[in-house]
Every structure is written in structure tokens, then in C-alpha cells.
């Protein structure tokens, strides 16, 4: 590969162009003095020392004294950029510590806002990892009660947020779930539905299974409702989640979850029915 190429490569992962020069330019040779490394560089003699020193400071590079000379020689690549990486990684923990000492005050400032227009209720999202990490934020700081109508595709895949279950149950937090069994279509498939049923089952939640849901629909509290919606219009077909804030729509959205809970059945029921109908076991 092309030196070029190869400074341009390495860039990205941290590192100037004038790092990146110096470092390949050490690799080639066992120890140099800052003033033979200008030499063999584009870097010049009033620059050379900056850029050695931000070399050493990443540890890419070590600075020894020999007969009175600092000698430069450069850490092999695999160390090296592990500990470019190691740094980086360090500076993103050091921000997250940051940040979990504020979240609590700024979530309360969020809480408390003065809503005034009708578009504050609602938050659209068509980004898969925002509306997971809002609607995970959401379940984590109920207060009373979690519905869901559980049917795929899922923001959260099935038995990825079982902890985050437990957590509720065990803050006394109601949680109830109706599962579309549809797609449930061989035996094997059902048998995963109903294992991950009695997953959640086993850490408190309140399960029942039925054939169809009419929508993708979380309601919170009686008072947020997270409603997602397939795109059937685009070729690669996505989630757009919609997050409302607003008591009366939440209540009815609660009136029309009891309605199918009514109609749904048990996990054990679902199984006899099954059964029933194969005349085969369906979980072992």
C-alpha cells in the first residue's frame, strides 16, 4: 500500500495527518533524534517536536535520552493503536460520569416544562435507536402501570428488556402484555413464543396471548402512549414511533387495550388450544 494511502487509512481512527507521517516515518527506523525526523518528513523542525509529543502523550511512540541526544522510537502498531483506542474509550467513560452527575437534574427539568403548543405532546421518531433508548427511559421511570400490545417488528426484540420488567414488578409497577401469536406459524415458533411469554411471567408480568393486534401501542402511567407505525409505502419498510403526552388520549388508548385482554387468552390456554388442534405437544 501506498504511504499516502496508508496515512489517510489511519487517520480516522485518531490520529493527524502529520502524526500519522511521523509515526510510518518511525517505523522505518529503530530510533531517530527530532531534527532527522524533519529531515525525512514534510513536517518542519518548528513543528516536529508538537507533533512528537502528542505521539508520546497517545503512547505511539517513547522518548529516550542516549549521549546526551532524545532519541524517538515508535511502540509497534498492534500496542500502539490498541492504546489510541484505550484513550479514546477512556475519554467517552470520563463523559458518561459526566453526564449520569446531571441526567437526574436535567431529567427533572425536562419533566417540568410549561407544554404550549399542541406539537410539545408529541415526539415522532423514525430513528430505531432513539426510540429505543426513549421508550426504555420511559418504562424505567414508570410509576403505576406498563401496558403493552406486544407485535412485531419490535423497537425492543422480544426478551431484551426482561430485566428492565423485572425492575418495574419489583417497584410494585403493574405489567400487563398482550402477545400477537400470527407470525407464531410452525411449532418451533410458538414454542419461542411462549418460552419468552413465561420469561416475563417468572419476573411479574401479567401475560395473555391473542391471534391479532391492531397496532404497535405501549400506553404508560395513563398518561404516555407510544404508538409505532409500520411504513408499508417504502421498499425497505420502517418504524416510525410516536411518543404522546397527553392524559385523555393515554385513557383511551387504555380503554381500547382492555378490550382485547378481554378477548385474549392464557398462556396455558394457548397451549391447550394448540394442542388441540396438532394434537401434539407444543413446549416441552
Not at 496508508?6 to 493527524?16: A, D, R, S
Not at 517505523?27 to 518548528?46: D, F, H, P, W, Y
Not at 475519554?91 to 453526564?99: H, L, N, V
Not at 402484555?177 to 401479567?206: F, H, Q, W
Request: proline share 2%; with cysteine; aromatic share 8%.
Amino acid at each position: 500500500m501506498e504511504i499516502d494511502d496508508l496515512i489517510n487509512k489511519i487517520q480516522p481512527i485518531g490520529i493527524t495527518r502529520r502524526e500519522a507521517e511521523v509515526y510510518i516515518a518511525l517505523l522505518k527506523n529503530s530510533a531517530l533524534t527530532a531534527g532527522e525526523i524533519a529531515k525525512i518528513t514534510s513536517v518542519s523542525l518548528n513543528k516536529i517536536y508538537e507533533v512528537l509529543q502528542s505521539l508520546v502523550k497517545k503512547k505511539m511512540c517513547t522518548e529516550n535520552f542516549l549521549n546526551g541526544s532524545k532519541l524517538f522510537s515508535c511502540i509497534e502498531p498492534h500496542i500502539a493503536f490498541k492504546n489510541v483506542i484505550l484513550k479514546y474509550q477512556e475519554e467517552i467513560d470520563r463523559k458518561k460520569e459526566m453526564y449520569l452527575d446531571v441526567e437526574e437534574s436535567l431529567m427533572e427539568i425536562y419533566k417540568d416544562r410549561t407544554l404550549k403548543t399542541p406539537l410539545d405532546y408529541i415526539e415522532v421518531l423514525s430513528d430505531r435507536g432513539q426510540a429505543t433508548d426513549r421508550f426504555l427511559s420511559i418504562e424505567a421511570n414508570a410509576d403505576k402501570e406498563i401496558l403493552f400490545f406486544s407485535k412485531g417488528p419490535y423497537v425492543v426484540e422480544l426478551g431484551e428488556n426482561v430485566s428492565k420488567v423485572e425492575n418495574a414488578c419489583n417497584s410494585q409497577v403493574k405489567v400487563k402484555s398482550i402477545y400477537e401469536s400470527m407470525d407464531a406459524k410452525t411449532r418451533e415458533e410458538k414454542n419461542n413464543l411462549i418460552r419468552l411469554i413465561r420469561r416475563y411471567e417468572s419476573v411479574g408480568e401479567e401475560a395473555r396471548i391473542i391471534n391479532e393486534l391492531p397496532i404497535k401501542l405501549v400506553i404508560v402511567d395513563e398518561s404516555i402512549s407510544i404508538v409505532s407505525l409500520l411504513d408499508n409505502v417504502s421498499i425497505n419498510p420502517s418504524l416510525t414511533t410516536m411518543i404522546v403526552h397527553h392524559n385523555i388520549f393515554a385513557k383511551s388508548q387504555k380503554t381500547l387495550f382492555e378490550l382485547y385482554w378481554d378477548k385474549a387468552i392464557t398462556v396455558d390456554e394457548y397451549i391447550a388450544t394448540q394442542m388441540e388442534k396438532s394434537k401434539e405437544k407444543i413446549i416441552v
